[in-house]
């Protein structure tokens, strides 16, 4: 199974918005800079996210995104079905036409390996993410980065 960049980045952006929360609305400008993913990919991501009720907007000077559940109540596998990320390692997305329009003989093996990883993203929230001191180290040095000089970002 991949996770594309979809995934990665939704996962990613929702980190920093978490980090940088308490200082009020987060913009995607703010995330473009200390993660290097471009403005417009970020826009069509929180589109989703906000779509499925993972963040709100504030319009305005000052404004930005922030939370709608508290950190504790988003799990990775929220944010990665939010912008339509499949968590399916099977190659016929779950419809047994596989091989030659039949089942193959390893599709219980995907779909068993589905479910774990399902069940497995389930339990590790934005919070657990947010307070482990990787991470935290890891945003302590991309925002000295993202102020000394911005860089170009990536674009999915």
Request: proline letters at 4%.
């Amino acid at each position: 199974m991949r996770l594309t960049t979809k995934g990665r980045f939704a996962v990613t952006a929702m980190i920093d918005l978490a980090l940088h929360s308490d200082q009020g609305p987060v913009t995607l400008a703010g995330i473009s800079e200390r993660q290097r993913i471009s403005l417009s990919y970020l826009e069509q991501l929180f589109g989703k996210l906000r779509r499925n009720k993972l963040v709100s907007s504030v319009r305005g000077p000052g404004g930005g995104y922030h939370l709608v559940r508290p950190m504790s109540k988003v799990s990775v596998a929220d944010i990665i079905l939010a912008v339509d990320e499949p968590i399916d390692a099977t190659q016929c997305k779950g419809k047994e036409n596989c091989h030659n329009d039949q089942r193959c003989m390893t599709h219980d093996l995907w779909t068993n390996l589905n479910t774990k990883i399902r069940d497995y993203l389930s339990l590790v929230t934005l919070e657990q993410l947010v307070t482990s001191p990787k991470v935290k180290n890891v945003a302590v040095l991309q925002d000295l980065r993202a102020r000394k000089q911005p860089r170009e970002t990536f674009s999915a």
